[in-house]
């Protein structure tokens, strides 16, 4: 197969975001729901998941951008298939991530030669109000006192969003390496700047004890965040 295959009418072409990382591909497109149809899956020889027309899109529209990175990174065109506990089977020689929302979806995919693990979480910025109101579930102490000290209340609403995205990001990238549950109060936001971030691990799992830090980059995209972070692979 190649990429002239069939395209979905649901689906707008493909964005290629700027490289977040060394050696992987990281492409996003918009989709409307109201315009999948069933026979989707079939024509674009990928199989297809139960669930409503929401659910449906959003599974296939973010498989598509897999399949996008895959053939960019390893040459090979075909879409991961799901776990029976709902995580991303990639193929040999390739390690990713799928995030959508609110009609957009997004994938990375990278050399499992330089990286063990990947998360990407893809999240539109929340409204000052209601980030404000989840940010006490969101944020540990320290991020509530550095939210506090914004004095620009769209500033406080990103930082909730971000943070937000990248905890997700970093329990994605995890959870395949440790099958270990985290939470929100897990994680802090150390730093972020100019599109790079830092996210300090709370809690001891499997093969990262705590007080690690992890490396995360961020990019605004017209009202949406798209965070990653990455778990390097270990030296051969």
Not at 162 to 178: G, H, I, Q, R, V
Request: charge should be positive; glycine fraction near 6%.
């Amino acid at each position: 197969m190649g990429l002239a295959e069939f395209h979905p009418a649901f689906c707008q072409p493909f964005e290629r975001y700027p490289p977040l990382l060394q050696a992987c591909a990281c492409y996003g497109l918009r989709f409307n729901p109201a315009l999948f149809e069933q026979t989707d899956f079939t024509r674009c020889d990928i199989a297809p998941v139960t669930g409503n027309a929401k659910r449906q899109s959003e599974y296939l529209a973010g498989r598509l951008c897999a399949r996008q990175g895959l053939f960019e990174v390893i040459g090979e065109y075909q879409a991961p298939p799901r776990s029976s506990g709902g995580m991303p089977l990639w193929p040999h020689g390739a390690r990713g991530s799928i995030s959508h929302s609110h009609g957009r979806a997004a994938a990375v995919v990278g050399p499992a030669s330089r990286w063990r693990a990947l998360g990407l979480d893809l999240e539109p910025c929340l409204p000052v109000a209601r980030a404000l109101r989840l940010a006490p579930s969101i944020l540990t102490p320290s991020e509530r006192a550095h939210l506090a000290a914004l004095t620009s209340a769209k500033e406080q609403a990103f930082f909730v969003t971000l943070s937000f995205s990248l905890k997700e990001s970093l329990f994605k990238a995890l959870y395949p390496l440790c099958l270990t549950r985290f939470y929100f109060q897990h994680a802090q936001i150390v730093d972020y700047r100019q599109g790079k971030a830092t996210v300090r691990l709370l809690c001891d799992l499997p093969g990262f004890a705590a007080q690690s830090l992890l490396s995360g980059q961020f990019l605004r995209q017209d009202q949406f965040v798209l965070t990653l972070v990455a778990i390097a692979a270990e030296p051969a």
